[in-house]
């Protein structure tokens, strides 16, 4: 199959390398206001450069891949759907609760499969976190526990258009811990502290944050973020349930040093890239969206799903400017 992409930043240009590997995909088609990204890109991958995304789309592309920068993906996905044409689009849907809704009401009834990309639902630890949960190996969930810790923070010029940690990194673990549980967020407390670099909250953003979700059977999920953790990339997940406890992340790259006599766990070197940490992640995330396109199975992420992660993001923020517990019906448009 033939594989647009739009945008080759970090993120896109990770994309069109994996994508480049894949055996289903036999070539790609690019555009990126940077000509110095396109030129690279055709040089390294063979892909076929255009000169604007209408461009890319009428060169006979089955799917495209929209990695470009936030403000874009409304018109970019409404663009491929008008096209007929399968997206995968990193989230977040928009910058926007309301015009996320916008783009959801044009998607449905379109027969146009469109997946967000949440990657840590192709991780191979959450995936079985997922399947011990609704095998109903734990028991009833009764504790939820769903961490990202990223080494430093981003550059100011991303922090200045992030829209805050709970919609830029804490909606990672708003989309796992309703993945994994099955479960809806009806209520959310949150706080935040700057710890770190003045350009945050210069920004009017906070550091390092945390958040209190209950869920709709009243099971209690603790979401922790921050932009400083020196020792490396830290996502974990821990699922507590009245049979059994397991933990997604607990491995030998864990950025996490134990101050226990005797203990050597763990050994390994940390992880300090999410790239790193999630490279298995992507590829099967790239080959879940060819099987999308090749008409196999539908989008495993939707734009429905992905406005939830988003509306409980959009409520963890409100709860932190005016400290107080927010509902989810609050920030429903």
């Known amino acids: 199959m033939r594989i647009g992409i739009m945008g080759l930043g970090r993120i896109g240009s990770f994309h069109a390398e994996t994508l480049a590997g894949l055996d289903g995909v036999d070539s790609l088609v690019v555009t990126d206001p940077v000509a110095a990204a396109v030129a690279t890109a ?37 663009a491929a759907v008008r096209a007929g044409i399968p997206v995968f689009c990193e989230k977040p849907v928009a910058r926007g609760v309301e015009e996320s809704l916008e783009v959801l009401r044009a998607v449905e009834g379109s027969g146009v499969e469109v997946h967000i990309g949440y990657n840590r ?122 049979k059994d406890s397991i933990a997604v992340g ?17 050994a390994g070197t940390p992880h300090t890239f999410f790239m790193d940490r999630f490279a298995d992640a992507y590829r099967a995330e790239l080959t879940a969206f060819t099987e999308v396109v090749a008409g196999t199975r539908t989008s495993p992420c939707t734009v429905a799903d992905a406005i939830e992660a988003s509306l409980t993001a959009e409520a963890c923020t409100l709860s932190l400017r005016e400290h107080r517990p927010v509902r989810l019906d609050e920030v429903r448009k």
């Not at 450069?49 to 970019?76: C, K, N, Q």
């Not at 706080?191 to 909250?201: E, K, S, V, W």
């Not at 869920?215 to 932009?227: E, M, N, P, Q």
């Not at 607990?250 to 763990?266: H, I, K, N, W």
């Open 121 to 242: 639902r192709f991780d191979a630890g959450f995936a079985a976190a997922r399947r011990a949960v609704l095998s109903g190996e734990l028991g009833d969930l009764h504790t939820v526990r769903s961490t990202t810790l990223d080494p430093a923070p981003p550059p100011p010029a991303y922090v200045a258009v992030s829209g805050g940690i709970f919609r830029d990194c804490g909606v990672h673990d708003f989309d796992i811990v309703r993945w994994v549980t099955g479960r809806e967020v009806v209520e959310v407390y949150a706080t935040g502290a700057n710890r770190g670099a003045a350009y945050i909250r210069e920004a009017g953003d906070v550091d390092t944050a945390s958040a209190l979700l209950t869920l709709d059977d009243g099971t209690i999920a603790v979401v922790s973020d921050s932009r400083h953790n020196a020792r490396g990339h830290d996502v974990r997940l821990e699922l507590h349930g009245m």
């Open 42 to 78: 055709t040089e390294r991958f063979g892909a076929t450069a255009t000169d604007s995304p209408e461009a890319l789309l009428a060169a006979g592309v089955d799917g495209v891949v929209i990695a470009a920068a936030t403000d874009a993906h409304p018109d970019l996905i409404l």
């Open 250 to 266: 607990l491995e030998d790259r864990l950025p996490l040093r134990s101050v226990e006599p005797g203990t050597a766990f763990p």
